[in-house]
DNA sequence: CCACATGTTCATTT
DNA sequence: AAAATGAACATGTG
């Protein structure tokens, strides 16, 4: 992973906090006293959250939201100076001791930065579904069950099932043929709708999460107003369900429940 | 200028 | 009361 590859066990030397609207739970002070002189020792992602483990009972968490990055910025040194770029929406900024700094960049400052004893105690916290890829399909199933609403928005809920935004919410539909304004899906459906999460998450996690290289065959390369369906041609439909926009072909996703 | 956007949370309604 | 629904948040882009 590219934290691991980067920031592990490399001691902090200060963190500043450009713009404090991403910080949650606590303050630009305690953050740089929590982590000045420490390293990250490992990571651990849960969702569409990331963990980053200090030492045994101290933990910073990373929520990118809707356009947060990460830049790992190599030290660059010229005639004796630490050369100062980062990201023009830079919020946090970590430097480490060896003059390599790490950017959390933000536009929109919906992601999040805090800390936490431990990731257990912090999902139960903020009450955050079990991560779709350790899911198995009977715990699939499970959740599912006996729940009435739309199936696109029941996949948006991180409270349910952790790691499913909007757009591979919809490209798992896509691939399982389901309408996402479905119902009460059956468990053949359910089946289907698992299957096609893990396969796609898994391909997104292979590609780096770029969706310019996933497969012309996924509706992501053609989820926009004008596109059609990869399958079978058909011009994609588009609606808002459980609040966000969702892109789907009449033809092979059918509406089911 | 207006509509819209890869996410989460909180208030309101069913 | 649990589940469902919709608005709000902040800023950039078409």
């Not at 996402?180 to 899906?185: A, E, N, T, V």
């Not at 041609?233 to 808002?240: P, R, W």
């Amino acid at each position: 992973m590219y934290l691991q590859a980067t920031i592990l066990l490399q001691p902090v030397r200060t963190v500043a906090v450009l713009d404090e609207r991403i910080l949650s739970g606590v303050s630009a002070e305690a953050l740089d006293l929590s982590l000045a002189g420490k390293q990250f020792i490992s990571t651990q992602r849960h969702g569409k959250r990331l963990f980053l483990r200090l030492q045994d009972d101290l933990w910073l968490t990373l929520h990118l939201g809707l356009t947060g990055s990460l830049f790992y910025l190599p030290a660059r040194v010229v005639e004796a100076d630490v050369v100062e770029v980062v990201p023009s929406h830079t919020r946090l900024l970590i430097s480490f001791q060896n003059d390599c700094r790490l950017a959390f960049d933000d536009p929109r400052i919906f992601g999040e930065v805090g800390l936490t004893k431990s990731p257990s105690i912090f999902l139960a916290e903020r009450k955050i579904g079990p991560d779709a890829l350790q899911l198995n399909l009977d715990g699939f199933l499970e959740i599912m069950h006996g729940r009435r609403g739309a199936i696109k928005a029941m996949l948006l809920n991180q409270s349910l099932v952790a790691g499913l935004g909007n757009l591979y919410a919809d490209e798992s539909l896509f691939q399982a043929g389901i309408c996402p304004r479905s119902r009460s899906l059956g468990e053949k459906e359910l089946m289907a709708l698992f299957s096609s999460i893990q396969e796609v998450l898994k391909t997104a996690l292979s590609t780096g999460a770029n969706l310019a290289n996933l497969p012309d065959s996924y509706l992501l390369p053609h989820r926009h107003a004008a596109g059609t369906c990869p399958r079978d041609g058909s011009q994609l439909k588009h609606e808002k369900i459980g609040g966000r926009t969702s892109y789907y072909c009449p033809k092979h996703q059918k509406i089911v429940g």
